[in-house]
């Protein structure tokens, strides 16, 4: 089945630890985002690219990178993970043409202690 | 940039009974608007969409959203809602990036 695959889907993480969240689309997306989602806050775009070997900072971007090495992947990193970034985050995905709607993949639920 | 803002966290109703979640938005730029709903440990899904045109617009489920220029407002509502309804709610305003509201936690009784 076609869609966004995520990888966790959840993780415990030491502080300090690198982490890299994983997110891989098969629909031949241009544009690809990561997000993450907290109580009360909704969610804050952390990183996008909107083609293969692009990406830009979003709303929430340190202590996060990212690269888009292909079309399919769009990694998120977290070189030395703080309790703060413990949060739900979730991938999507956009077709440049396809009016702006986004899809989104089932997320990975880290918790950074 | 454009904002979002749902205006309550937590709409408990009973099964059959009508619901209407709230969204305002604030833009200087001409905007699409969106609803995602998210089920229990669930990505987001598209329940609808308006782009342009009518500005009511029906989604999935039995969900329907009415787009106010004038008031800025882009309100779901659905007449009779079920149990299954039970889902938390995203509103999102996409104009020169895309912006998320907080969410609407809508638990169905019954």
């Known amino acids: 089945i076609a869609g966004i695959t995520q990888a966790p889907t959840s993780q415990i993480l030491a502080a300090g630890r690198r982490m890299t969240l994983r997110c891989t689309q098969d629909m031949r997306h241009n544009a690809m985002y990561w997000y993450r989602q907290d109580l009360g806050l909704g969610l804050r775009l952390i990183h996008y690219?909107?083609?293969?070997?692009?990406?830009g900072k979003g709303e929430v971007p340190d202590g996060y990178s990212v690269s888009r090495a292909n079309t399919d992947d769009f990694p998120l990193t977290l070189a030395s993970a703080v309790p703060s970034q413990t949060s739900v985050y979730f991938c999507?995905?956009?077709?440049?043409?396809?009016?702006?709607?986004?899809?989104f993949g089932a997320g990975t639920r880290l918790s950074v202690l | 940039a454009q904002s979002v803002t749902q205006l309550d966290s937590q709409v408990p109703v009973f099964e059959e009974a009508p619901v209407e979640l709230r969204c305002n938005y604030s833009?200087?730029?001409?905007?699409?608007l969106f609803w995602y709903v998210q089920y229990p440990n669930q990505g987001l899904q598209l329940l609808l969409k308006?782009?342009?045109?009518?500005?009511l617009v029906k989604g999935i489920n039995g969900f329907e959203a009415e787009f106010n220029k004038s008031q800025t407002s882009f309100h779901l509502r659905k007449p009779s809602v079920h149990i299954s309804d039970t889902a938390e709610y995203f509103c999102a305003v996409r104009g020169s990036d895309m912006r998320f509201g907080a969410g609407t936690r809508l638990t169905v009784k019954p």
């Open positions: 999507a995905s956009r077709v440049q043409l396809a009016k702006n709607i986004q899809y």
């Open positions: 690219s909107n083609t293969a070997g692009t990406t």
């Open positions: 833009s200087s730029v001409s905007v699409y």
């Open positions: 308006y782009l342009s045109g009518s500005t």
